[in-house]
């Protein structure tokens, strides 16, 4: 290969001396020259090609261009229909739905015991009642009258009132003062905690003939059967809400530099009402029960004592007018707690409304 290289650099023509190189051209020797080739004319050229004429069938099978997608397409909804199917009927708008309760409607609690009222009343009219057993509506209320005409019933009502009012007042007293002991102070916690959640275990009624033997028949005793079972209740619930407040609101408190009243008002306060009125409602709850339990055991006067007295002659219309009587004080007191919560705890959202 490099030889051959080699003979083909030989054979190539040496170039000219520059001496032998023709002088510069004369304006006669440009004269002599051959005319320049001039370009051919325009209408020498080839005519331009011009294109076929294109029949409608072979437009239609050309692939035509490709349009985006929708942005519905893109995000996964439905897209509107366009040009020729606009005039497709659009699907009917998903209506959101409720999954609350809905909206309250006033003295709608009233619906039950109406109705349940309604339901006996008319099973007495039907004669599906025995009135031995059972007095019906009409019956009750002549009885109602008889005992308020001759006054036995409000005395009793009033007597009965008085010991549950007094044992839910001192059994809220005691519950709260244990629940912010033991919520605020570990050695409360310690010291307070413990015990009463071993009363909790034990019924009220079961400690009943020890409180005979301590204190006697008396309305001591009646109160104090009364506080035991409101108090317990109160220390549950308020305990528990005012241990579950947010840890951070203390700390806030702190770099705040609150005092410990300021400290007690705009943070425990707040943060153990719900609790509070949850053992309130029970409370009232208990309040009712253990009214009942003492004075149809140990009692002269109440309504369970007018209970019992119409037990021993069979008057049942007498018996039904008193759990008439523990039904509305139940009914009207959890109303009034109910009704106290919602204005005190008016800034939360919650289902109740």
């Known amino acids: ?88 009927r659009r699907p009917a708008a998903r209506k959101a739905r409720r999954l609350g309760p809905g909206r ?30 059972l007095s019906g509506p009409g019956t009750v209320i ?26 839910l007042l001192f059994g809220v007293l005691t519950g709260v003062a244990a629940a912010v002991l033991a919520g605020l102070s570990r050695t409360g916690e310690y010291l307070v905690d413990g015990p009463l959640q071993i009363k909790r275990a034990i019924p009220s009624l079961a400690m009943l003939p020890l409180l005979i033997l301590w204190l ?49 008002r705009k943070v425990v306060l707040p943060g153990s009402l719900p609790g509070f009125f949850v053992g309130l409602r029970l409370g009232v709850t208990s309040a009712w029960l253990g009214l009942i339990v003492v004075e149809q055991i140990n009692a002269t006067s109440g309504i369970g004592y007018m209970m019992f007295q119409a037990q021993q002659y069979a008057q049942s219309d007498v018996i039904i007018v008193g759990l008439v009587a523990y039904g509305i004080f139940g009914f009207s007191s959890d109303a009034l707690v109910r009704a106290i919560e919602r204005r005190a705890l008016s800034w939360r959202r919650t289902l109740a409304g």
């Open 1 to 88: 290969m490099s030889e051959a290289l080699t003979g083909l650099r030989v054979q190539a023509p040496a170039p000219e001396p520059v001496a032998d190189r023709p002088e510069s051209v004369t304006p006669e020797q440009v004269a002599d020259r051959p005319e320049s080739v001039t370009p051919e004319p325009v209408a020498d050229r080839p005519e331009a090609v011009t294109p076929e004429p294109v029949t409608p069938e072979q437009v239609a099978d050309r692939p035509g261009p490709v349009t985006p997608e929708p942005v519905s397409d893109r995000t996964g909804a439905e897209a509107e229909p366009s040009g020729p199917a606009a005039g497709r």
């Open 104 to 133: 309250g409607v006033p003295f709608g609690r009233l619906l039950g015991p109406a109705l349940l009222v309604a339901v006996w009343w008319a099973a007495s009219a039907a004669g599906l009642l025995d009135p031995r057993i």
């Open 142 to 167: 002549a009885t109602a009258g008889d005992l308020v005409a001759d006054g036995r019933l409000q005395g009793n009502v009033l007597i009965s009132l008085q010991r549950a009012g007094l044992g």
């Open 216 to 264: 006697g028949i008396g309305e001591q005793m009646k109160v104090t059967v009364i506080a035991l079972g409101v108090g317990v209740n109160m220390y549950i619930n308020t305990y528990a809400s005012l241990t579950s407040i947010d840890n951070r609101h203390v700390e806030l408190a702190e770099v705040l530099g609150l005092s410990r009243w300021r400290f007690l």
